[in-house]
């Protein structure tokens, strides 16, 4: 998997349609540009002084009442494709991990004291928020992350780490993935079925560990 660009500009990308304490879920319109893949970090700001970060950890695209007649229609058209993936409004939910929240200018590992409310906007974090948000402590966030059994933990931690640093190689910090590669492991010391997972993730990006 290759790390993907992320823009020196936030970008809004959808909003949020229901959240708990732990994640939410943000619609957005599937054939928009600069959609965050798996594994980005973003963010939501709920008011001048507070905003929640997370981390996309699931995507998914659903169907409508065209979209059934099209795909049992035979000898489709390419330009008919084209225009349903690419050109209607067809909905896509994704579904965000909460990581921890910045309030007043001070940044949090913890889970945010309250979750956005509905509508708010989602954004991409720009390289410079990824560096800050994920040297800030000593990776106090994985855990959110890696209680998250009911998605894919592994493809989502390995996608994060590699677009991570690729940011902090950005700003001049070679080694972060490494570092982070050893307090996963740490965490994981107890759980050897999740951490060989992880760790075989791992080995499938172009990090160098």
């Excluded at 909003?15 to 939410?24: F, I, P």
């Excluded at 979750?115 to 402590?137: D, N, S």
């Excluded at 700003?171 to 010391?189: S, V």
């Amino acid at each position: 998997m290759s790390a993907i660009p992320q823009s020196a500009t936030p970008l809004e990308i959808g909003r949020m349609l229901r959240a708990d304490t732990t994640r939410c879920v943000v619609g957005c319109r599937a054939g928009q540009p600069h959609l965050p893949p798996l594994g980005s970090l973003v963010r939501l700001p709920v008011d001048e002084t507070y905003q929640v970060y997370g981390v996309v950890a699931d995507i998914q695209v659903f169907d409508d009442g065209l979209t059934r007649q099209v795909v049992i229609s035979p000898n489709l058209d390419p330009s008919v494709i084209l225009d349903n993936q690419y050109n209607r409004n067809l909905p896509l939910e994704i579904g965000v991990l909460f990581v921890g929240y910045e309030q007043n200018g001070r940044l949090s590992h913890l889970l945010p004291p309250r979750p956005p409310l509905v509508l708010h906007v989602l954004y991409t974090c720009t390289p410079a928020e990824v560096r800050r948000f994920t040297a800030h402590g000593r990776f106090g966030y994985f855990r959110h992350l890696l209680r998250a059994t009911d998605q894919p933990l592994a493809e989502v931690v390995a996608a994060h780490l590699q677009q991570a640093q690729a940011c902090h190689a950005q700003g001049g910090n070679p080694h972060w993935a490494r570092e982070a590669a050893r307090e996963l492991i740490t965490l994981l010391r107890d759980d050897y079925a999740t951490l060989a997972t992880v760790l075989s993730a791992l080995a499938d990006t172009e990090l160098d560990l």
